[in-house]
């Protein structure tokens, strides 16, 4: 309000009832805007690094208006554990050990993206026995499922949903049983290897995957029924976290968030690995951009890697992969080590160790040789990809020549999806932040690596 | 292994043959003495004294083929030709092209990198909308271009990938950054700056991300240590990793 309109406090001025007496006018109004822009009730709040609903050591720094986040900065590298500089110091077959844990929740596409890449590396990627791709496709899909119940389970625990916490975390027991009887471990399991998997699946595998499977579909029905139309969870995931696709590419955003935004990029379907053209399969696709969608799209994909898990035990069990090698069959670059599950968890097969202790003296040096000093791999380098359950999961090698990676890097989805998060939380309401972090589902060890 | 195209047999080749290319690998850096990297222990092998050096830069010739073709013209020849129509400089931006294990790379002078991929995503015959990162590769050897800056780009609309690679000495470690056409390299550049001292000239906020803010040093390099203690099992002294002996 200008001077020379100012409103007189003490009514000079006639209304129509009469003189009206209130507190308003001189320049109190300007004095009044200027508290309301000022700074200093924005409250800056750490968010993290230890905070129940980060999904591990996340730092988000929030600047807060009330309840409405001004501004979003993500603090990471609580985790940093140096996983790559310490491939170049073991071997390349040792490397898998390394780079399972990066990701701890997916342990076998780290482990796979990192060994399509040494496979790239020596040219041996057509030799790679068929049984032991499908093998590698068999666990990648039930790691797939584990990995998004896990992505879902954390995701209503920290809407304050008790119950899909506990029926998802149940299920993925039932996953990670598998990868016990099948790799020895639960998590972590060093299983695929350059050239192949560490062993061949143990008697009775298949029936137990099956029976998952059977167990499975019936326990997604179920936790649809529980969610899909739940108004509660509707009202806290329906146009939260919102992210086109422009934004998606422009920050290098891969995985079920692209695939929310309507766009059908899978790069199992495009630039398919391990044999994945082969298999029968959709890429489940929302064009909702919001928490919502990217869980619809989770759901979806359990329900196709069911479908792609039935296609492999189809071939494992009847088909093209009945039998034959799991390991490739050139004796310079195949693990001579045959190992079988014992009592204490698995190890070299007490077949083997009587061969190489009391049978052969080559088949000693030859183990000791390649244990120890490994293979060589011609100098290169290369780019190998597959698509994790949180995008893309590339890994690029560098060798010199040597028994050692020169250098890996792993381009990890977790790490390049959290740079959205200011784009997704920015503008709105502090609850929604939690919505959003995990509809992104970063897991930190594959952030900071 | 005989799926291999020729470009990585020349190299494989090139490797295995001292005698091919002599005088070219005898320019080259020096990559490891002795047979193996023992230096203090024996190696009875007697090749202590060998000197392996490092195999001279492979770079491909027209046509380049494509992933899987060798020897026609192919999807790398595509994306060349469409490089060289869109960006005026390329003869003088790319220094070599190599295309090696199914994969093309183009090795680009780094004044040119804000150039070049300003072109690749915003051209549409080459659009490659995703770009992967960047990894940085510390090759002390490599004088005058010891520090590589490697970024993979996706082209979601035509299904391809390309990679550029970028070189810089380690007394002038700078390299523009590519934040301002891919916003995605925000994170990657830092994490590079971070463990390899690549600077990014024009990131808006190029610090530290994973090591602490006041850490010394650039962990990746290769003449950082890993760091590690000797432990004792059983009586005996494993030392740390880095100090093993190693059969480089």
Request: glycine share 10%; aromatic share 8%; hydrophobic share 35%.
């Amino acid at each position: 309000m200008s001077p020379t309109q100012q409103y007189d406090a003490y009514g000079t001025e006639e209304a129509t009832e009469g003189t009206v007496f209130n507190v308003a006018g001189q320049d109190w109004d300007e004095v009044v805007q200027g508290a309301q822009e000022s700074e200093d009730d924005r409250l800056v709040v750490n968010m993290g690094p230890q905070h129940p609903s980060t999904h591990g050591v996340l730092r988000l720094i929030l600047t807060l208006d009330g309840e409405t986040v001004d501004e979003t900065r993500v603090g990471i590298g609580y985790l940093h554990t140096g996983i790559e500089k310490n491939m170049e110091y073991r071997t390349w077959t040792q490397g898998t050990t390394f780079c399972t844990r990066m990701d701890y929740l997916a342990p076998i596409f780290n482990e796979t993206s990192y060994c399509l890449a040494v496979e790239k590396l020596l040219g041996i990627t057509d030799d790679v026995p068929e049984r032991a791709q499908v093998i590698r496709v068999l666990m990648m899909e039930i790691n797939r499922i584990s990995s998004h119940l896990v992505a879902i389970a954390t995701f209503g625990l920290e809407l304050g949903a008790t119950t899909v916490m506990l029926n998802g975390f149940l299920e993925r027991e039932y996953a990670l049983d598998l990868f016990e009887m099948i790799a020895g471990l639960r998590m972590n399991m060093a299983y695929v290897r350059p050239g192949g998997v560490a062993q061949d699946l143990p008697p009775g595998a298949i029936d137990k995957i099956g029976d998952f499977v059977k167990r499975e579909r019936y326990r997604f029905k179920q936790l649809r029924k529980l969610l899909d139309a739940n108004p509660v969870y509707l009202a806290r995931t329906k146009n939260i976290a919102y992210l086109d696709l422009a934004a998606c590419m422009a920050l290098g955003v891969t995985g079920p968030v692209l695939r929310s935004t309507g766009l059908p990029w899978d790069l199992r379907k495009s630039q398919p690995y391990c044999g994945y053209e082969t298999y029968d399969f959709e890429v489940a696709t929302q064009d909702t951009c919001d928490v919502y969608g990217r869980y619809l799209v989770r759901m979806q994909e359990m329900d196709e890697s069911l479908k792609i898990i039935e296609q492999c035990l189809d071939r494992l069990s009847s088909g093209s992969a009945k039998s034959g090698p799991v390991m490739i069959q050139d004796k310079k670059i195949g693990w001579p080590a045959q190992l079988a599950l014992g009592p204490d968890g698995m190890g070299n097969s007490p077949n083997h160790i009587a061969h190489i202790m009391g049978q052969s003296m080559e088949a000693l040096i030859h183990h000791f040789k390649l244990v120890t000093e490994g293979f060589r791999v011609p100098a290169g380098q290369v780019y190998a990809s597959v698509e994790s359950p949180r995008g893309e999961l590339g890994c690029h090698l560098v060798s010199d020549g040597g028994t050692r990676p020169y250098r890996a890097h792993f381009r990890d989805p977790s790490f390049t999806n959290l740079q959205a998060i200011p784009a997704a939380t920015e503008g709105s309401m502090i609850a929604d932040v939690i919505a959003a972090v995990a509809s992104i589902d970063p897991v930190m060890g594959g952030v900071d690596r | 292994m005989s799926s291999q195209h020729p470009e990585q047999q020349a190299e494989q080749a090139a490797d295995q043959l001292p005698a091919h290319g002599e005088e070219e690998r005898a320019e080259q850096p020096i990559a490891r003495h002795g047979m193996f990297g023992a230096r203090t222990t024996g190696d009875t092998s007697g090749f202590g004294r060998l000197v392996v050096r490092q195999s001279p830069k492979v770079s491909a010739e027209r046509p380049y083929g494509g992933p899987t073709t060798t020897g026609a013209e192919g999807e790398f020849d595509e994306i060349a030709d469409a490089l060289e129509a869109a960006y005026p400089d390329f003869g003088e931006a790319i220094e070599r092209v190599v295309v090696d294990r199914g994969e093309l790379t183009f090795v680009v002078r780094r004044t040119h990198l804000l150039g070049v991929v300003q072109t690749l995503r915003d051209d549409p015959r080459l659009r490659f909308e995703l770009c992967l990162g960047v990894s940085g590769v510390h090759f002390p050897a490599e004088t005058g271009a010891e520090l590589h800056a490697v970024y993979p780009f996706l082209s979601i609309t035509h299904n391809r990938r390309v990679r550029i690679e970028v070189t810089c000495p380690d007394t002038d470690p700078h390299v523009p950054s590519i934040v301002a056409v891919y916003p995605t390299n925000d994170w990657h550049e830092r994490e590079t700056y971070d463990m390899f001292g690549l600077v990014f000239d024009g990131h808006p906020a190029l610090t530290r991300i994973m090591m602490p803010d006041d850490w010394m040093g650039h962990p990746q390099r290769k003449d950082y240590p890993l760091g590690g203690i000797p432990v004792e099992y059983r009586g005996a002294t494993v030392p740390p990793p880095d100090e093993r002996r190693s059969y480089v």
